[in-house]
């Protein structure tokens, strides 16, 4: 169990939107911290694909963009391509117990 | 450009002290958050500890009677002591750059990941 919670799968086709949720508290991403996501494919180490709930690293498509709203926020790929499939991790701060950098167990994507 | 490597015992015995190193290769005025994370099939990706230049260093309230975190400025060194291990410290550990202010910390650089077993 984690205090970020992040569906276990989603699946879409090439071509599509699919949209990875992220819901946490007002400890983390209500206290207005900011939400990192990674990627990881099987065997390597992951990859930060957005941080401050919005902003992409350089190189990073513009396929995948991040947004926030409350207690939540959300991945979303645009034009889901096969290189996408895999693991997906929310990432935040939590001011419980003097603070800590929390992560969701993570969402694995399936490109049908 | 800046890459990391994680370097140490595969195997840990249950009770004994795991203990890991990562060169980093960094301006010595950045504040960048060198941090240890580890990922276990049990629990995912889990922050354990960070070490900065400017002497800094924070590690999890879940891990802190155990842990100790290290970065040596004029070897350029990340170092992970972590005391009386269980089977449950079995898991993949990482060596990260964390950049940002420290609500808003992104894990940028990843080294490739040691794995640490711990049993008998």
């Known amino acids: 169990q984690s205090v970020l919670t992040q569906p276990p799968s989603v699946s879409g086709a090439p071509g599509q939107t699919i949209t990875i949720s992220c819901t946490g508290s007002?400890?983390?991403?209500?206290?207005?911290?900011?939400v990192q996501w990674y990627q990881q494919v099987p065997g390597s180490a992951p990859k930060l694909l957005i941080y401050?709930?919005?902003n992409r690293p350089s190189g990073v498509p513009d396929r995948f963009s991040g947004s926030k709203s409350g207690t939540s926020a959300s991945l979303a790929i645009t034009g889901l391509q096969a290189e996408d499939e895999a693991d997906y991790y929310c990432?935040?701060?939590?001011?419980?117990?003097?603070?800590?950098?929390?992560f969701g167990l993570g969402t694995k994507v399936t490109v049908l | 450009q800046v890459q990391l490597q994680e370097s140490g015992p595969g195997l840990v015995k249950p009770s004994e002290t795991l203990s890991l190193t990562c060169t980093v290769s960094?301006?010595?005025?950045?504040?960048?958050?060198w941090s240890w994370i580890r990922q276990s099939p049990g629990k995912g990706l889990e922050w354990i500890a960070y070490?900065?230049?400017?002497?800094?260093?924070y590690d999890s309230p879940s891990l802190r009677s155990r842990v100790t975190i290290s970065l040596d400025r004029t070897k350029n060194q990340l170092s992970l002591r972590l005391r009386s291990v269980t089977p449950a410290d079995t898991a993949v550990y990482f060596c990260?750059?964390?950049?940002?202010?420290?609500?808003?910390?992104?894990?940028?650089?990843w080294g490739p990941g040691i794995l640490v077993t711990v049993s008998s």
């Open positions: 070490g900065q230049h400017n002497g800094n260093k």
């Open positions: 990432q935040s701060y939590d001011n419980r117990l003097s603070g800590s950098y929390v």
């Open positions: 990260v750059r964390g950049s940002g202010h420290y609500t808003r910390v992104g894990f940028d650089l």
């Open positions: 401050s709930n919005i």
């Open positions: 960094d301006d010595p005025n950045s504040d960048h958050y």
């Open positions: 007002s400890s983390n991403i209500g206290a207005d911290y900011g």
